[in-house]
């Protein structure tokens, strides 16, 4: 019976497909009964990737599937397999360098999961053994194991609480390691085992646990009030026994440690399009090469040369197998023009850039004493490329702060604080209000607020009589419930507790009344309401609700709505969060039916979640409205001015909230996202319901509003930016059931598509406000902006957990640390205190990141470009023999030692602007937006100058030096030195093209600058100054040396830096006086602007902002 009884609670009555059976200490049910030790996982972290033995091929695997590490793979093994210009070591060095570093990052950061598990999984626990505690480590933890938890210890598992030191089997727990959510939960022991306080007790208990199979879900759980997660803490309970029912990688922590897809950012993928186009170049390269060489060699006498004759294995290989032979060697001999290190330089630039956002001290606020949190490097460019804002508005654009301000009951409405015992009606300050109420109906909706929450106290001491406020604490993830349980407090109903299962109300006359706690009807975003089912001391059963307007008043007598609907309204317009109250009396007898379908729903083990809505949606039905709620929830520090830099630079906001239309416009207003010009169009059920038609209605207003904005704009997307400021401004508004009407209608093939026309009207206005939104249509309504011509790049900001859907859909998620948990913070990839901190994330940080990254691009690109295309030329003058021009030696160093660092460090540091002038200055960021500096144009101009640059190091060189002794005994220069004197030419140019494009200078830009130039000229010195005893030959043995000698190799090395450095030193000498002359015409524009007055926006939420920010 007890067995029945106690699988009837936690998991019910006949086992499902997809549930496990648990045997609470591995003992078995009955005495009878042979017990057979299950399979399950045992409770060891596994949060790493490699082990000692398969870190070496699973990591040589994943890097190898990178295009260009293959790429090179493959020409390191020509060059060993085939006989090649060039040695294996020019191609191998430079791979094993990249592949070594990124295995050193890889596997350092492996180790420090590896040691961070050891101390999860090697952790002392205690465990129930034959009525004794037995000390454990937390990894042999199996399922099934009692274990006893102390107070702020961990829990090592995810555990059934069977009892706790409280009488009623209560405990608390804080989740902030899973959800960031500080507050405590309170969770319930199965009521069969709260009388198990000892090891004695718990050893006797025979019972098994049927639950459903792990899943990760943090909030879906069968049996959610009895279950706790590893990783959560105990808190203000003393101790606790738990019975495992999902242990290690099975529990829903580790099941969270999957990662968020891999988001791409466009940099990334012009990258990929430059390989492409370079890889074509050099495939070119080679077959012109190979093709040049036979045509050179079908004419008599121009064969093989001298000193690279057949042997007569060649001669007697078949011609087309040669062919793919030289093929492949031109390939070998011109494969540095893809930058196989670039990748590497890449992410340590993304990774070492990432500390700059992380420690800008603008970000740190004193309030939380917190900073911006960087969770991801791969989307920092990103963050300058954004073309689409989707913010929440609670908590985000306001402070989720919350107050209360007023009152409505009955229609009635009440305003100030009350003192006297006798009503509402005397009170400590101005009170408004309109007649007034019953005073039992004001007690009524008073004791509602005092009931209808899931607050928690934190007092000093046990409050048993009247108490005082001041030993008070109230706890909760919801700021809405602590404003309005302080709301009643304010008029003499204080909630001081829950206790035994009964919460107490200390009422006016300093009585507590206490109210047996029978069910808690959780609030979802789904029903977007909650309730509570209560049994008063005389027997009477209540059900009070509180809920969103309109998930409230459909469920109400229709005629208590109207004055209280108006008030609602009023109350919505001035910008307030408002909730209705309302309360049904249960008869004993439906109490029993509702009670069982309750404890029915909430047992089963299949589709719990639809059966619990059915049950929640019958019993909230004819209730009888008390009133409704009006919380303020002020306007974030500088939302307003952040709204208006982003509009100023381009950005298109579009603000989507759970909230009520008039709320959420009032918000609008206030932080400009609407201005008092802007004419507004709505897609809302009132203005759908206006038809009977619905669909009918809504393809009328998307044909209106369509040929309105086509009308009165330009086709253009400048003309379209022009005409925002030159004409009428249109702002956009829709909730969530007309956007579902949108996404599902039903519409015959001759009707034009509804998304199409919405996403045409969207695209035309300054503004838009999707109001009443559900979680899932947030990201309905990012991806359908994601997926528009184009792809525009989109950034979602919120900070609650209705907020994660669209965090995750968008290109770039933003997440607030705010006071509705950290969930948004922890799925983000990037998180700052204050939404007022997006304006200097996005137009500085991400306009720098954005222009050095791409710069970075580029530039190595060009620098290999330089680097090859002497190569290639010098091929037309040793009859295509595939004569490397320079020595290996510098093949293999160029890319690693001479021209990495100057890049990185610009990469990291560079400032082509000043940061005050990118946040002053939003239209600058106009200037960088869709990807700017990686499109067709700048490409082509960096191929142009480098395929320039490298036709003056070599032909400069070959024209010089072609008649002239260069010595001072008559002899001239050798191919070596011939080579030595391009490369030098080249290390040269391309360093000092970098000091040119710099324009922020640090003595780390002067180190790495200078000191790679001279560490050049040293390791030339240094190599060519010794016999290398490993060298067959000793080509470069005082080349540099005897070069260095000669005068007119100085001349002639500083002519052609000269040279080739003067289109770029032209075009920067263009820029600053064109800069220049910019800068006096703004000067005068603003002089002559400050001269008129400009129009003045009045928000409706004057109270949100200082008198300062009014002055316009």
Known sequence: MFRRSFNRFCAGEEKRVGTRTVFVGNHPVSETEAYIAQRFCDNRIVSSKYTLWNFLPKNLFEQFRRIANFYFLIIFLVQVTVDTPTSPVTSGLPLFFVITVTAIKQGYEDWLRHRADNEVNKSTVYIIENAKRVRKESEKIKVGDVVEVQADETFPCDLILLSSCTSDGTCYVTTASLDGESNCKTHYAVRDTIALHTAESIDTLRAAIECEQPQPDLYKSLGPENLLLKGATLKNTKKIYGVAVYTGMETKMALNYQGKSQKRSAVEKSINAFLIVYLFILLTKAAVCTTLKYVWQSTPYNDEPWYNQKTQKERETLKVLKMFTDFLSFMVLFNFIIPVSMYVTVEMQKFLGSFFISWDKDFYDEEIREGALVNTSDLNEELGQVDYIFTDKTGTLTENSMEFIECCIDGHKYKGVAQEADGLSETDGPLTYFDKADKNREELFLRALCLCHTVEIKTNDAVDGPTESAKLTYMSSSPDEIALVKGAKKYGFTFVGIRNGHMRIENQRKEIEEYELLHTLNFDSVRRRMSVIVKTQAGDILLFCKGADSAVFPRVQNHEIELTKAHVERNAMDGYRTLCVAFKEIAPDDYERINRQLIEAKMALQDREEKMEKVFDDIETNMNLIGATAVEDKLQDQAAETIEALHAAGLKVWVLTGDKM?????????????????????????????????????????????????????????????????????????????????????????????????????????????????????????????????????????????????????????????????????????????????????????????????????????????????????????????????????????????????????????????????????????????????????????????????????????????????????????NWTFGTIVFTVLVFTVTLKLALDTRFWTWINHFVIWGSLAFYVFFSFFWGGIIWPFLKQQRMYFVFAQMLSSVSTWLAIVLLIFISLFPEILLIVLKNVRRRSARRNLSCKRASDSLSARPSVRPLLLRTFSDESNIL
């Open 662 to 974: 008039e709320t959420a416009k009032s918000t609008c207003y206030a932080c400009r996202l609407f201005q008092t010009s802007t004419e507004l169009l709505e897609l809302t059920t009132k203005t759908i319901e206006e038809s009977e038609r619905k669909e009918d209605r809504l393809h009328e207003l998307l044909i209106e509003y369509r040929k309105k904005l086509l009308h009165d704009f330009p086709k253009s997307t400048r003309s379209l930016k022009k005409a925002w400021t030159e004409h009428q401004e249109y702002g956009l508004i829709i909730d969530g059931s007309t956007l579902s009407l949108i996404l599902n209608s039903s519409q015959d093939s001759s009707s034009n598509n509804y998304k199409s026309i919405f996403l045409q009207i969207c695209m035309k206005c300054t503004a838009v406000l999707c109001c009443r939104m559900a979680p899932l249509q947030k990201a309905q309504i990012v991806r359908m902006v994601k997926n528009l011509k184009g792809s525009p790049i989109t950034l979602s900001i919120g900070d609650g957990a209705n907020d994660v859907s669209m965090i995750l859909e968008s290109h770039v998620g933003i997440g607030i640390k705010g006071k509705e948990g950290r969930q948004a913070a922890r799925n983000s990839d990037y998180a700052v205190p204050k939404f007022k901190h997006l304006k200097k994330l996005l137009l500085a940080h991400g306009h720098l990141y954005y222009v050095r990254i791409a710069h970075l691009v580029q530039y190595f690109f060009y620098k290999n470009l330089c680097f090859i295309l002497p190569q290639f030329l010098y091929q037309f003058f040793c009859g295509f023999s595939q004569q490397p021009l320079y020595d290996a030696a510098y093949l293999t160093m160029y890319n690693i030692c001479f021209t990495s660092l100057p890049i990185l460090a610009y990469s990291l540091l560079e400032q082509h602007i000043n940061i005050d002038t990118l946040t002053s200055d939003p239209r600058l960021y106009m200037k960088i937006s869709g990807n700017a500096m990686l499109q067709l144009g700048p490409f082509l101009y960096w191929t142009f100058l480098a395929a320039f640059e490298g036709t003056v190091f070599f032909f400069g060189t070959y024209f010089l030096f072609q008649t002239s002794s260069l010595e001072e005994n008559a002899k001239v220069y050798g």
